[in-house]
């Protein structure tokens, strides 16, 4: 049976919702966007350099990829244009707060402290994203409902309820007050070892710590999440014993790949279109710092990509950020200091 859909303030009480969404937010949200021109030269000045005028570029784009990962969609409002009739400056709004009617308007409840008074805004002053996959807070309602039924279990035992220990009468007789739990509590509060009076019985619950921490059933659920997140469960703390050996670079790489290809093809692509950028312009995520190996690796990699013509020292110079001058070939090198030649005595 279907399970209803979960709000953002319930899962993110989920620490492995909550690693998930650092994850695929994070890692793509803190990459900068590029545009890449007809000509292929890279333009990093444009408005995408910082979409929102008073936020962060890593905010904005983290909380885009959010509301991607949790509801499926996501929305820019264009508060101003260039000269050229293409975006200057958006706001990031919140996918809850759109409403599509049925004859295709969309209604925005905006906040009020933004100060736009259009709750009707024009198709040109939108710009929207899809995800290509389920949004988490639905395809992950019953994994995630699972681990908040989980946490408030244990919490309720932590708690003392039920009781992880009780007493019973002796004799079936009971005694004539229950003020002595309040001495009984006070005494192994303040000491290891407890009297239990003559009319009692005291038993102790049968449970121990892994049973009352429901072990095997958190683990399914963090599991579950982590399938529909796309996540490896080793980073949401649940261990499987499947894996193969991969260096860092190629965990990074697949994780780029299979995780955050489809919303990082989501947004490129979106930002990409004719009423967003220029015919003929790409925007693309700048990946080299999120692919950056180590420093043998990528040396190798800038001497056979000068030999045939890939990378330029610019290029290079840019990608290990010295100046210039530094990665330029053909510089002399500095002449070696010269011994001075020992004084000869001349014959008179």
């Not at 910082?50 to 890593?58: F, G, I, L, R, T």
């Not at 007493?167 to 006070?186: E, K, N, R």
């Not at 009319?199 to 619950?205: E, W």
């Not at 261990?239 to 994780?255: G, I, L, P, V």
């Amino acid at each position: 049976m279907p399970v209803a859909r979960v709000s953002r303030r319930e899962a993110i009480q989920v620490a492995a919702v909550k690693r998930a969404r650092d994850l695929v937010a994070g890692s793509l949200g803190t990459l900068p966007l590029i545009t890449v021109k007809p000509d292929l030269s890279i333009d990093r000045t444009s408005w995408l350099a910082q979409p929102e005028a008073d936020v962060p570029p890593s905010v904005t784009m983290t909380r885009t990829i959010e509301d991607l990962l949790y509801e499926g969609i996501a929305w820019w409002f264009i508060t101003g244009f260039a000269w050229d009739n293409y975006p200057a400056r958006v706001v990031r709004l919140d996918p809850r707060s759109v409403d599509v009617q049925k004859d295709g308007r969309v209604r925005v409840t905006l906040d009020g402290n933004r100060g736009h008074a259009d709750e009707w805004p024009q198709d040109s002053q939108l710009i929207r994203f899809d995800s290509p996959n389920d949004p988490l807070l639905v395809a992950g309602a019953r994994a995630i409902r699972q681990c908040l039924l989980l946490d408030a279990a244990a919490l309720r035992h932590a708690s003392g309820s039920p009781p992880l220990d009780y007493f019973t009468p002796t004799d079936g007789v009971d005694p004539d007050s229950l003020d002595f739990l309040d001495d009984w509590q006070a005494a192994r509060q303040t000491r290891s070892t407890g009297y239990v009076p003559a009319a009692v019985t005291y038993n102790v619950a049968g449970w121990n710590p892994e049973q009352l921490q429901m072990a095997e059933a958190r683990n399914h659920a963090v599991l579950e999440i982590a399938r529909v997140a796309g996540v490896d469960p080793e980073e949401l703390g649940v261990s499987t014993t499947s894996r193969t050996y991969a260096n860092q670079f190629d965990r990074r790489k697949a994780f780029l790949d299979f995780t955050l290809g489809g919303y990082r093809a989501a947004i490129e692509g979106r930002l990409s279109m004719g009423d967003v950028t220029p015919r003929g312009t790409k925007v693309r995520f700048d990946l080299d710092d999120f692919l950056r190996s180590d420093a043998k690796s990528r040396y190798e990699a800038y001497k056979v990509g000068l030999e045939v013509g890939a990378v330029t020292p610019d290029r290079i110079a840019e990608a290990e950020g010295v100046p210039a001058k530094v990665m330029t070939p053909g510089t002399p090198a500095a002449p070696a200091l010269r011994s001075v030649p020992e004084p000869v005595e001349v014959p008179a």
